[in-house]
């Protein structure tokens, strides 16, 4: 029984995602190293219907309630409720608004949810870097249609750098190699939602990055036609000829920046919609 004065229920309301919410909740609980919180979140809550389930939750396990909600009307709601239910509450954007306002002068008007887009924003990347890892090279090559982007070229087009730039931009972002011999996924030919771009470059410059990279294996490594120029001419050509045959739009990269193939490919996306 002794153990159970180790935990307390916090209960932490939000108008959007809660996440800048949980971070203030967590700051504070961990100053108290006697006590852990068992968090109860209640995001994106903006009516009426909504706050009586929470306080009716808040009920059932009492506990500090922490809440960031602009609509004064809720507001009101959450202070009434736990006043009635002998539970402490506080308003974490109040005081800030406050500070604010006394700097600023009068909030023109409250915007419900109005960090959400940011959050949004922010998960967006974080999900399309993940997508950018876990398909990079052609790896799971099942779920293209999820894609943005498919960037599709030789070995040493910058795909995978193009890809990460992209996510950084909230872009979901998968990369094929083009090997000849190699057919391409079956997931790629059937996907319908995805742009897929063709990488190239010229033969001198893919054989020059790419002897950088054989400079950086140990011995054993056998680079075979990897830098041989009449061998990546082919590369080249099949790329070329794979790219027609399916209609896909083709970048040479031979002397662009990956910001500068970023850009390129974002507006072909802008101008195929």
């Known amino acids: 029984m002794e153990n159970r004065k180790n935990f307390f229920h916090l209960h932490l309301i939000s108008d959007s995602t809660g996440e800048t919410l949980i971070s203030a909740g967590r700051a504070a609980a961990v100053q108290f190293s006697h ?15 909504q706050m009586a389930s929470v306080l009716e939750a808040i009920d059932r396990e009492p506990g500090i309630v922490l809440y960031t909600v602009v609509d004064q009307d809720l507001a009101a709601i959450i202070d009434e409720g736990c006043a009635r239910l002998g539970v402490p509450s506080v308003n974490v954007l109040e005081p800030v608004i406050g500070t604010f ?6 909030l023109a008007r409250r915007r419900v949810g109005a960090q959400y887009r940011m959050n949004a924003e922010y998960f967006a990347r974080i999900e399309a870097l993940n997508y950018a890892m876990d398909h990079d090279d ?31 931009r909230g872009i979901k972002a998968a990369n094929i190699p083009i090997v000849p011999g190699v057919p391409l996924p079956s997931a790629l030919l059937a996907a319908t939602k995805p742009l897929i771009v063709g990488l190239i470059a010229t033969s001198d410059r893919i054989s020059q990055v790419r002897g950088h990279r054989e400079l950086g294996h140990g011995q054993g490594f056998d680079p075979g036609d990897y830098t041989d120029r009449a061998s990546i001419v082919e590369e080249l050509k099949y790329a070329r000829m794979l790219c027609a045959r399916h209609n896909w739009p083709l970048i040479d ?11 390129a490919i974002v507006a072909l996306r802008q101008k195929l919609r």
Do not use: F, W
């Not at 109860?40 to 219907?49: F, G, S």
């Not at 943005?148 to 992209?166: A, M, Q």
């Not at 990269?253 to 850009?263: P, Q």
């Open 101 to 106: 306002q006394t700097y600023l002068g009068p």
């Open 138 to 168: 052609g790896q799971m090559a099942d779920d293209y249609d999820r894609a943005d982007v498919v960037l599709v070229g030789i070995s040493r087009t910058s795909k995978t750098p193009t890809c990460i730039y992209l996510a950084n």
């Open 35 to 49: 006590s852990s919180p068992i968090e109860h979140v209640y995001p994106l809550i903006r009516n009426k219907r």
């Open 253 to 263: 990269v031979t002397r662009r920046s990956i910001e500068e193939t970023a850009a």
